[in-house]
């Protein structure tokens, strides 16, 4: 077991990529947090955990709220001893609209979740890992961090993920002597959130996979193996990188 007696926080838990990055954390041995606002929402997920009441807790937070955020990992760390991954998952998407349709309020809820979420996570968070000596940060970004899509208006979007794209290097680069490692796994077209209704009809599925190299949507778990690997000590010597996990997406001209 790859994360054996690790202590790990996943937020946004009850998403589909949350739920599966918390399923292969306890199946390699961890001790799992589900971290989101609805707490039957959380529950229900938790329950599909295999040996889920010894491997995992579901706890409610709101990440954009500060001290919510800081009495729950206060609370974590006070349980297990310890925090020793962190997967910054949780993240809200509008729907495609012209920017100079938006009001700031769609933009800053944009933000609130996207950046100053993350933020207040991973600050509280690395304060533990501090005590601890040892620690890995994986962001869940987007491909969208690098590219614009033709017709589908996620500027604002795009920009917060492209912001963590840097987060996640300038932490990796600031706490590398403290030996807290920080990743990004940016995910292309996933079976899951707002993409999923569309892939009931065989003729949109059909387009979307034929503009994938790989010839085939991703599914949760790709971004979940990728998220075990990032987390476990196999990954001892990565820290700063941007991991896309998209079938080749981003590597085509399409």
């Not at 739920?19 to 609805?38: D, P």
């Not at 509008?94 to 933020?119: A, C, Q, Y």
């Not at 009931?200 to 996979?209: F, H, T």
């Not at 010597?237 to 080749?248: K, P, S, Y």
């Amino acid at each position: 077991m790859r994360l054996r007696d690790k202590v790990a926080i996943v937020t946004g838990a009850s998403s589909e990529i949350g739920l599966e990055i918390s399923k292969r954390f306890a199946e390699e041995g961890a001790k799992v947090v589900l971290i989101g606002r609805n707490r039957e929402k959380l529950e229900k997920a938790r329950s599909l955990i295999k040996n889920h009441e010894a491997n995992t807790v579901a706890i409610s937070c709101d990440i954009t709220n500060e001290s919510q955020v800081i009495q729950t990992v206060d609370q974590i760390n006070q349980h297990y001893g310890k925090i020793d991954i962190l997967v910054n998952n949780a993240g809200a998407i509008n729907d495609p609209i012209h920017f100079h349709e938006m009001n700031e309020s769609d933009w800053m809820s944009l933000v609130n979740v996207n950046l100053f979420g993350t933020f207040k996570m991973t600050k509280s968070v690395l304060v533990k890992m501090l005590e601890n000596k040892n620690g890995s940060i994986i962001n869940i970004g987007s491909i969208s961090s690098e590219r614009a899509i033709p017709k589908v208006h996620l500027t604002v979007y795009c920009t917060t993920k492209s912001a963590i794209n840097m987060f996640t290097k300038g932490i990796a680069i600031e706490y590398a002597r403290k030996n807290i490692r920080c990743n990004c796994i940016n995910p292309g077209i996933i079976n899951a959130g707002m993409i999923k209704p569309y892939l009931d009809y065989p003729e949109a599925r059909k387009v979307l996979e034929e503009r994938q190299p790989l010839n085939r949507i991703g599914e949760p778990i790709d971004v979940a193996n990728a998220a075990v690997y990032l987390a476990s000590d196999e990954a001892s010597w990565i820290t700063g990188i941007i991991m896309n996990v998209d079938g080749g997406k981003s590597s085509s001209e399409g």
